[in-house]
């Protein structure tokens, strides 16, 4: 409701409608009853007594509902754009972001987070721009862009994941004869709900030095090595220093954690089930303050256990195929596929990903997650049903 409709509502007659009904736990409904709401409307009042059901579930009832965007008709819809759309001050990005159907019809895949897949066009720049929205790349498929992060080109390839905390200048380039797509996630409704976002445009065009295309970025260079922490390292700001988290490590990571549980060392967090976390090298937390992300493998023939968690999720299928289940939808998926899990939905996956669909033979997850946010206020909570 816009400002304007408010004070309108409230010129014309209150916004507040009540209305007695005769129900448990409910007052009587007499001529005095009606009388007393209407002084409420009048006033802006409320009562608990008649949102109570609404305002405090028994578990949480999420806005969102579970869903399944297909990438082949995503990745269409996207070069269709590329035609017709440019890219420049205004539009800003190429970016077409997941709408959940009950959430009407805004752009935003859970109430508090975004997913979108951007295309840029061969030799295309996007321009440069900074917002305190926290904001992650993860490339499902093709190579060629370089995202420029403060001055220092990232390159994006298949299967890495590029994480930037807000309030940090950036631009995109594409230095081939191809276009690219890639997912966008941020905590774009997140900030948008409590009213704490800010933007602010930068230049038209990056610099010759800034498009350049190198195979590791300066802060992979002084950051992406395990284990190991720069002493010239500074204070630590917002978010992961680290501005790309390659592939090949992440799948060395999963493959190892396999073997081991093949070897009966244990390692995977349930039978056939391997996963890993993508966290700040400064200090071990997640890569980005209200965002959390994580890839899972499982392996094929392999069933994930139903799990409920109080926030939500956007997972993408990186490779193979299997089953999802989220509340009561269930939905068979490929490649390049994206998801959501509402809160307290139960999720599970069944994995039965082959030679012919699968590099890995298993099913490939990418999920993230306002699991941080929820951690921080003390509201986070997992229950594995039965």
Not at 279 to 303: C, K, Q, Y
Request: proline fraction near 8%; charge should be negative.
């Amino acid at each position: 409701m816009t400002q304007s409709s408010t004070a309108q509502d409230i010129a014309t007659g209150s916004p507040v409608r009540l209305q007695a009904v005769s129900a448990e736990g409910q007052p009587e409904v007499t001529p005095a009853l009606e009388e007393l709401y209407r002084g409420f409307e009048q006033e802006l009042l409320v009562p608990l007594w008649t949102e109570i059901g609404d305002l405090m579930p028994a578990h949480p009832r999420s806005r969102a509902v579970p869903y399944l965007w297909r990438w082949k008709r995503l990745r269409e819809l996207a070069d269709r754009a590329g035609d017709l759309v440019p890219v420049g001050r205004g539009g800003e990005r190429r970016a077409i972001a997941l709408a959940n159907p009950s959430l009407g019809g805004r752009p935003f895949a859970t109430p508090t987070l975004w997913a979108a897949i951007q295309y840029l066009m061969p030799g295309e720049d996007a321009p440069e721009h900074r917002h305190t929205q926290h904001a992650f790349r993860f490339v499902v498929e093709g190579s060629g862009v370089w995202t420029v992060v403060g001055g220092d080109p990232v390159p994006m390839n298949r299967g890495d994941f590029l994480p930037q905390a807000g309030w940090n200048w950036h631009a995109h380039h594409n230095a081939t004869s191809e276009p690219m797509a890639w997912i966008d996630g941020l905590d774009i409704p997140f900030q948008y709900v409590t009213e704490a976002q800010f933007f602010e445009f930068g230049r038209d065009e990056i610099s010759d030095a800034e498009r350049i295309t190198p195979d590791r970025s300066r802060s992979e260079r002084l950051w992406g090595h395990p284990g190991l922490r720069p002493l010239s390292a500074v204070p630590a700001t917002p978010g992961s220093p680290l501005l790309s988290y390659k592939w090949e490590y992440t799948n060395a990571a999963l493959g190892d954690q396999l073997l081991l549980e093949k070897e009966g060392f244990g390692g995977t967090v349930e039978p056939g089930h391997a996963a890993v976390r993508y966290s700040n090298p400064h200090d071990g937390s997640d890569v980005l303050p209200t965002v959390r992300a994580e890839f899972h493998r499982i392996a094929r023939g392999a069933e994930t256990a139903p799990v409920r968690e109080t926030g939500s999720s956007v997972y993408q299928v990186f490779d193979g195929s299997g089953v999802v289940t989220v509340g009561g939808e269930s939905w068979t998926v490929s490649r390049g596929d994206l998801f959501v899990v509402p809160s307290w939905e139960p999720f599970s996956a069944r994995s039965e990903a082959g030679a012919t669909d699968s590099d890995e033979g298993a099913l490939d997850l990418f999920r993230f997650s306002d699991a941080p946010v929820f951690e921080a206020l003390k509201l986070n909570r997992t229950q594995k049903d039965a």
